[in-house]
């Protein structure tokens, strides 16, 4: 069974522009999360898809954004990207939709910021 | 206060020895993740539990509901257990997709 799969591994862009991070989830999985992990800070929550829908968002601005598709792949978009927006960017699936289901994560898109 | 709070946060052990990492929480939770991430970034979920204790291999976990507090313990550790340690709860039941992470407790464990 393939796991989580996220591309690109590594994106550099320049601040203002846009950047848009994917994600396809484990065959049979509908819940697609997102997860930004900034250098030297924690896991943070950011956005929760379940069959197209975004079902719940973290504590960011309206710029970062996503969508979820018929096939239950992800994009997460940033717009205007900050210098603060480098971080590893860290997708997971799981089979329900809720929390209390194991989650399956990729190996994350790094995203630098210069 | 954090909501979930990881002790210790870096931990420096020599291969074989018993390895216990806490992780206590303040929010009420349907269940606790433990999760595994290696240097490269990946992230691997190693347990998820809601009561009593879990074993795979040489890791325990365990979880004391009414003490809002779980431990990862690794027996005979080796070096390739050297990764950082997170525990993550789901608030609100699990009702909100999200979860909660502790800051993680970084291990390494010298040959």
């Known amino acids: 069974e393939a796991g989580v799969t996220q591309s690109p591994t590594h994106l550099i862009k320049t601040r203002g522009q846009q950047a848009t991070l994917r994600c396809s989830p484990i065959?049979?999985?509908?819940?697609v999360y997102w997860y930004q992990q900034a250098l030297g800070l924690g896991l943070q929550f950011l956005l929760w898809?379940?069959?197209?829908?975004?079902?719940n968002r973290g504590n960011f601005p309206p710029r970062f954004s996503g969508r979820q598709f018929p096939n239950y792949s992800s994009e997460l978009n940033v717009n205007a990207l900050e210098l603060e927006d480098s971080a590893l960017y860290l997708c997971?699936?799981?089979?329900?939709?809720?929390?209390?289901?194991?989650?399956?994560f990729g190996d994350g898109t790094r995203l630098s910021i210069l | 206060k954090n909501e979930v709070e990881q002790s210790p946060q870096n931990l420096t052990a020599q291969e074989g020895e018993f390895i216990t990492i806490n992780c206590s929480y303040s929010?009420?939770?349907?269940?606790l993740h433990w999760l595994q991430q290696h240097p490269g970034g990946g992230i691997v979920s190693l347990f998820m539990?809601?009561?009593g204790k879990k074993k795979h291999g040489r890791l325990i976990a365990t979880i004391n509901i009414q003490e809002k507090h779980s431990s990862l313990h690794i027996t005979a550790s080796h070096p390739r257990d050297s990764a950082v340690y997170i525990c993550?709860?789901?608030?609100?039941?699990?009702?909100?997709?999200?979860?909660?992470f502790g800051k993680g407790t970084k291990l390494s464990v010298k040959p």
């Open positions: 929010v009420g939770i349907s269940a």
């Open positions: 898809y379940d069959e197209g829908e975004e079902r």
């Open positions: 065959s049979g999985h509908t819940s």
């Open positions: 997971a699936s799981s089979v329900g939709a809720f929390s209390n289901q194991p989650q399956h």
């Open positions: 539990l809601s009561s």
């Open positions: 993550a709860v789901p608030p609100d039941g699990g009702s909100q997709g999200n979860l909660i």
